[in-house]
């Protein structure tokens, strides 16, 4: 499952490379940024998957909390579709609820390693970059392409050398 993960996220990065060597010979088309977003984010995805795989999250309370925050923002933004007034409300608390918990989780891990502090980085900027976005602020942008560097910075991490040193070891 792993190998297979790890591919998925190989050919996204090869798909993002080739959609932005595309938008770069054509300028005029919008296909070859397109083409790199929706790599990008298939490899965002599956590395959501990877990180799931790799962490004990799944084992904790902070997970609970952490599908009951996702639970309130899949409401949240159900509300903000509706146009319905409290929405923005809704969202700011779910990733509030989000942000504290995976932090406060963090501020107990005994062993933090490269990967625990982009994964913190990264939340914190996506959260914050959403809550822009939907409130069509200024710098969401910024935030979001922020964010995706950094999960990719993580990620990459973990494939290339977190994974190499722990064949070694064993």
Not at 23 to 44: A, D
Not at 61 to 69: C, D, T
Not at 99 to 121: A, E, G, M, P, Q
Request: glycine share 6%.
């Amino acid at each position: 499952m792993k190998r297979t993960l790890k591919t998925i996220i190989h050919f996204s990065l090869l798909g993002s490379i080739l959609g932005l060597m595309l938008f770069l010979i054509t300028p005029i088309s919008n296909f070859g940024f397109i083409f790199m977003m929706i790599s990008l984010m298939l490899g965002q995805f599956t590395g959501l998957f990877l990180y799931l795989q790799e962490s004990n999250i799944t084992k904790t309370a902070f997970f609970k909390i952490l599908l009951f925050g996702l639970l309130v923002f899949i409401i949240g933004n159900l509300f903000k579709i509706q146009h319905w007034k409290g929405s923005s409300l809704v969202l700011l608390c779910s990733l509030l609820i989000i942000s504290i918990s995976y932090f406060i989780r963090f501020l107990k891990k005994r062993n933090k390693t490269f990967i625990d502090y982009t994964k913190v980085i990264w939340l914190i900027l996506a959260v914050v970059g959403y809550y822009f976005r939907i409130m069509h602020w200024i710098y969401a942008d910024l935030f979001m392409y922020s964010s995706f560097g950094i999960f990719w910075l993580g990620l990459l991490y973990m494939i290339f050398i977190d994974f190499s040193a722990r064949k070694k070891v064993f």
